[in-house]
């Protein structure tokens, strides 16, 4: 006879840490905009929308990523953790430079880019992980970096056969940089996470990861909220 002893919480809660990311891929899989994405079938207007929003988180995440690192070696806690922040802080260092090269070759110049404003979601999106880095559990971080990672191990390679095959968004096969690029290297790096958060028994830990784990899935579809000709309207 089995007991709830056989399987702690402990050893557990990193399938409620998936259960965020799945999540996650259900709901773009049934929200319209996100679906095309993933599809192919998206126009270039609204690819372009989301290479913008993407722009705008992804080129904070290296010095996020070397905050919450530097504050983890500081506060003495999982020096393994830390150190794999501040991994990932160089791992994602020039992202956004493959954004500004995917959108220049769908014709939009960086001064152009720079006048569009972020969503409200990626602005929340930013904020919240700010504040995680500086204020709250800088450990907090790899769950933003777990459900982002699962997403493109599942979706990425997907998005770019499809938007290749589809061939609706001119010069696309020069436009795919950023999802390409994440679709391959990211699996080694969710099988990383699992490995190394697996073990930690704080409850404390746990909810910090599992809240900003939801958090970036809930705020990730804000991504797809609007479209370029709305974003045109708030530009300076």
Same mark, same amino acid.
């Given at each position: 006879?089995?007991?709830?002893?056989?399987?702690?919480?402990?050893?557990? =809660?990193?399938?409620?840490?998936?259960?965020?990311?799945? @999540?996650?891929?259900?709901?773009?899989?049934?929200?319209?905009?996100?679906?095309?994405?993933f599809?192919?079938?998206?126009?270039?207007?609204?690819?372009?929308?989301?290479?913008?929003?993407?722009?705008?988180?992804?080129? =904070?995440?290296?010095?996020?990523?070397?905050?919450?690192?530097?504050?983890?070696?500081?506060?003495?806690?999982?020096?393994?953790?830390?150190?794999?922040?501040?991994?990932?802080?160089?791992?994602?260092?020039?992202?956004?430079?493959?954004? $500004?090269?995917?959108?220049?070759?769908?014709? =939009?110049s960086?001064?152009?880019?720079?006048? @569009?404003?972020?969503?409200?979601?990626?602005?929340?999106?930013?904020? =919240?992980?700010?504040?995680?880095?500086?204020?709250?559990?800088?450990?907090?971080?790899?769950?933003?970096?777990?459900?982002? #990672?699962?997403?493109?191990? /599942?979706?990425?390679?997907?998005?770019?056969?499809?938007?290749?095959?589809?061939?609706?968004?001119?010069r696309? /096969?020069?436009?795919?940089?950023?999802?390409?690029?994440?679709?391959?290297?990211?699996v080694?790096?969710?099988e990383?996470?699992?490995?190394?958060?697996?073990?930690?028994?704080?409850?404390?830990?746990?909810?910090?990861?599992? $809240?900003?784990?939801?958090?970036?899935?809930?705020?990730?579809?804000?991504?797809?909220?609007?479209?370029?000709? #709305?974003?045109?309207?708030?530009? /300076?």
């Amino acid at each position: 006879m089995s007991t709830s002893d056989e399987n702690p919480p402990s050893m557990k =809660w990193i399938s409620t840490l998936e259960h965020e990311a799945r @999540t996650l891929l259900d709901a773009l899989d049934t929200h319209p905009a996100a679906r095309r994405l993933f599809e192919g079938s998206v126009d270039p207007e609204s690819y372009a929308h989301y290479l913008v929003q993407t722009y705008h988180y992804a080129r =904070w995440s290296t010095p996020l990523l070397a905050e919450a690192g530097k504050r983890m070696l500081r506060l003495g806690r999982h020096t393994a953790l830390g150190q794999l922040l501040l991994r990932k802080a160089s791992e994602e260092h020039g992202h956004e430079r493959w954004l $500004l090269a995917d959108l220049r070759n769908l014709g =939009w110049s960086a001064e152009r880019i720079e006048r @569009t404003e972020p969503s409200p979601a990626v602005t929340a999106y930013v904020a =919240w992980n700010r504040f995680t880095s500086r204020h709250g559990r800088p450990e907090a971080f790899l769950g933003t970096a777990y459900v982002l #990672e699962y997403l493109s191990v /599942h979706r990425a390679s997907q998005a770019v056969e499809r938007l290749l095959a589809a061939g609706r968004i001119p010069r696309i /096969h020069k436009a795919v940089t950023f999802l390409r690029a994440h679709g391959s290297a990211d699996v080694g790096h969710v099988e990383e996470l699992t490995s190394l958060l697996s073990p930690l028994t704080d409850p404390e830990e746990q909810s910090a990861l599992l $809240l900003s784990a939801r958090t970036t899935r809930v705020l990730y579809l804000g991504l797809f909220a609007q479209g370029m000709h #709305e974003d045109a309207a708030h530009t /300076h």
